[in-house]
């Protein structure tokens, strides 16, 4: 990272310090994402940490919207975001707080600073600043801003000329931030440069915005990404000088988490599964408890235990417990974790989910079907594609798989299983499993010489759920005429 800091006391001398943990107070934790585009995954799971610290400590944990860049914050991005974090069930405690109609305090604050002369009037222009960076870069050196302004007098101060104010960072010493995830990090105050808190056009800046949202909400515990960990360190700036002018401004907690990172260690990004979570949640049909726990996982554990449920989760999670280094996403594992959700999920709650994917459709059989659709899918896309068979009309669409397996052989077998079938009064698995093992050792041959083109003259398909669930989920009457069609006893459509 690159070093900057801030002292621990007199802002002017930089005296040395250790930032100081909050005072034993209700923990209070925020997710504050930006609305310019979707919630991404590695936002989300920078809530779940949120909502599971206040959780697991009796806290509140509380969502703010960082809505000052007004040309990409949109209305659909806000949105998104608040379906993003209601499907995982992370909404916050009380109404979300959006950042640019707090604009107003912001520069309150920033006054105070410049009337306590912990900020000043900063009138150096672009192109000054241009000229200075150029001559850093010539010279090899790293840019620093030392204005000229920073004591100035208001009696030096140039009539109808535009400036900004920039906070004045401590120049001598070193800070030590005990980060609960990353430990004690230390930098030297020399690195930092006198920042700007309010543009010229009296806007202010995130570093400022940041600063006084989080005191005003009362914020104890500041857990968000390790690209912030410098961050950190400059808004100390601010709140040492807040305390100082009226003290009650406590240093939070910080808890710097590492980034994701996709399965071949490189940063993630859309090929790696990088989505928005709607993505995962209406492209890959996902289930929210699974991205849940997925998300829990990806830097954080509890022993070997892989499934956790929401309640373990609270019960075990500690912030100091996640890992300092990147976690890997890994979408095949998300996938297969999805699958155990999916087994486990109430069969009238799948029915709901997938009744939008297949249209109009008989709830009651689809409802019927799960226990024997979802043990075979790992998401409700497959889930959908498998259940599709239920509500096909004839002529059934057959897949290559089972194109394949309806040779001119496989259909005479077809209308000899007809035959049997058609003189079963009890339609149900057991007697229709005995009829069909007695077939298949009367002429000689295995099981699956009879079911696989079975299956396909009733699905369409070349894998199914099991056969005989099949034949009892869409009845005698459904059965008997799908294979009589492939038997080409019938003329295809036709009873």
Not at 96 to 114: G, I
Not at 128 to 144: N, Q, T, V
Not at 424 to 435: F, M, T, V
Request: net charge negative; hydrophobic share 45%; glycine share 8%.
């Amino acid at each position: 990272m690159a070093s900057v800091g801030v002292n621990d006391g007199s802002l002017a001398q930089g005296q040395q310090g250790v930032v100081r943990a909050a005072p034993t107070r209700p923990v209070v934790t925020r997710f504050a994402p930006s609305p310019t585009g979707y919630l991404h995954i590695g936002g989300a799971r920078t809530a779940l940490f949120n909502w599971l610290y206040a959780r697991a400590n009796g806290g509140k944990y509380l969502l703010r919207i960082e809505d000052t860049d007004r040309v990409r914050s949109t209305e659909p991005a806000i949105e998104a975001i608040f379906d993003g974090l209601n499907w995982l069930g992370l909404g916050g405690d009380e109404p979300a707080v959006f950042q640019f109609a707090r604009s107003d305090r912001h520069a309150q604050v920033a006054a105070r600073l410049l009337e306590s002369g912990h900020a000043y009037r900063c009138y150096l222009t672009q192109e000054e600043l241009a000229a200075r960076r150029e001559a850093a870069a010539a010279e090899k050196r790293p840019f620093r801003i030392v204005s000229e302004w920073r004591d100035a007098t208001p009696d030096q101060w140039p009539d109808n000329k535009s400036y900004v104010v920039r906070v004045k960072a401590p120049r001598e010493g070193e800070v030590t931030i005990p980060d609960q995830v990353q430990g004690d990090v230390t930098v030297s105050n020399s690195e930092l440069d006198d920042f700007v808190i309010l543009r010229s056009d009296g806007t202010p800046t995130y570093m400022l915005a940041v600063v006084v949202d989080d005191h005003d909400m009362g914020v104890t515990h500041v857990i968000r990404g390790d690209d912030h960990l410098n961050n950190a360190f400059r808004q100390l700036v601010i709140i040492r000088a807040m305390q100082a002018i009226e003290g009650g401004w406590d240093d939070p907690v910080y808890a710097h988490i590492p980034l994701i990172h996709g399965s071949d260690g490189a940063k993630l990004s859309k090929r790696h599964g990088a989505l928005g979570v709607d993505a995962y949640r209406d492209e890959m049909g996902l289930l929210p408890e699974a991205v849940f726990n997925y998300l829990l996982r990806l830097g954080w554990g509890h022993g070997d235990e892989e499934i956790i449920s929401r309640d373990q989760a609270i019960g075990w999670f500690d912030i100091a417990d996640v890992n300092k280094g990147a976690s890997r996403f890994d979408l095949k594992k998300l996938e297969n974790l999805n699958g155990h959700y999916l087994r486990e999920a109430d069969d009238a709650r799948l029915t709901a989910l997938l009744a939008p994917k297949l249209g109009p459709v008989d709830l009651d059989l689809l409802q019927r079907a799960m226990p024997v659709l979802k043990v075979r899918a790992k998401d409700l896309n497959e889930l959908a594609a498998s259940a599709a068979f239920l509500f096909a009309q004839r002529p059934l669409a057959l897949d290559a798989k089972a194109e394949s397996l309806l040779t001119d052989d496989a259909r005479a077998l077809l209308a000899k299983i007809h035959a049997l079938f058609a003189a079963q009064a009890n339609w149900q698995i057991e007697p229709l499993e005995a009829d069909l093992k007695a077939m298949a050792t009367e002429l000689g041959l295995g099981l699956g010489k009879l079911a696989q083109p079975l299956r396909a003259a009733l699905t369409g398909q070349g894998t199914s759920p099991g056969i005989f669930d099949v034949l009892v989920l869409l009845g005698r009457d459904e059965s008997l005429a799908r294979i009589a069609e492939q038997a080409h006893l019938v003329q295809a459509g036709h009873n």
